[in-house]
């Protein structure tokens, strides 16, 4: 019997090739086999550059307006909040966790009605994730919501800067009925900015409400599939710039997005639809929907 270190052993192996490595293995005889020749072909398979390797399905960098959406999504803004029911607008981050930022009592009532309709729309059927803002409003929304739907709290995801209310910079304190002349300046351009304050309060352009939505989606694209995942807004614009991105639609244009407190919307591939471009040469947009 020749050993596996003898000269004619390792010549009674078939030729070493690219090819050797696409062959199975039922087609080399077993006993022709040596730890020598193996190592060789393993050495050989490893290097050869032609050899085509069998894709890897990744979901990679996620893009808007995306090909599909691994996940069912449901956008709930928060019922009304205490600044709200003044009449004031109230988006400085700083008191984002304050008691005052928290739902009047016609905010409760609101938030109620949205988990209601969260279940009646079979959203939690199957258990579901909830990601709210860590604001005060945002986060008793989602608690209600749990309870209502049944949802174990370890499935609330507070989420700590990516759902920030949008920041209005100089309309800080002004009466919410001002949030038009905000839409107003967004249906020039998306990269125009509230006027900017002292306080601390962010001036933020709707570009930069796109950007931080969009690294929130990348994150639940990334993290789950096939799941239900209900986000909540401290405020309308988070939701509509949201929903313009997946969309397709012109973000300038956001506005008409609208959601009121307490409303409740699915995000699903199969909604989105047919976007035309209004006849107005003042929203002549042809990359949708980064338009400026």
Known sequence: MLSSSSPAAITAHPPL??????????????PQITRRYLFKTL?????????????????????MPPLR???????VRAGESDYESLGIINT???????????????GKKQTVKAALQLKSMGA????????????????????????INGISRSYIVPEYSFLDARGLGAYEGKKLDTISEVYALDSISMKTKPPPISDGT???????VFVRVTQ???????????????????????LSILQAG????????????????????LLDADSIPVYKQPASAVYKCTNPPNCD
């Open 17 to 30: 090739s690219p090819e050797s490595c696409k062959l199975p293995l039922s087609v080399i005889s077993l």
């Open 43 to 63: 050495s050989l398979c490893l290097a050869a550059p032609s050899l085509s390797v069998a894709p890897v399905h990744a979901r990679g960098l996620f893009q």
């Open 69 to 75: 959406l691994s996940n069912r999504y449901y956008l």
């Open 92 to 106: 400085n981050p700083v008191a984002k966790t304050s008691v005052d930022s928290g739902l009047s009592e016609k």
């Open 124 to 147: 939690c059927d199957r258990n579901c994730w909830l990601w709210p803002s860590i604001t005060q409003r945002a986060y008793q929304a989602a608690e209600i919501i749990a309870s």
């Open 202 to 208: 962010p001036n933020e352009s709707v570009s930069d």
């Open 216 to 238: 929130l989606m990348s994150i639940l694209e990334t993290q789950y599939s096939e799941d239900t995942v209900v986000i909540v807004s401290p405020d309308s614009d988070n």
């Open 246 to 265: 997946v969309q397709g639609l012109d973000l300038r244009r956001h506005s008409e997005l609208y959601f009121g407190p307490g409303e409740v919307r």
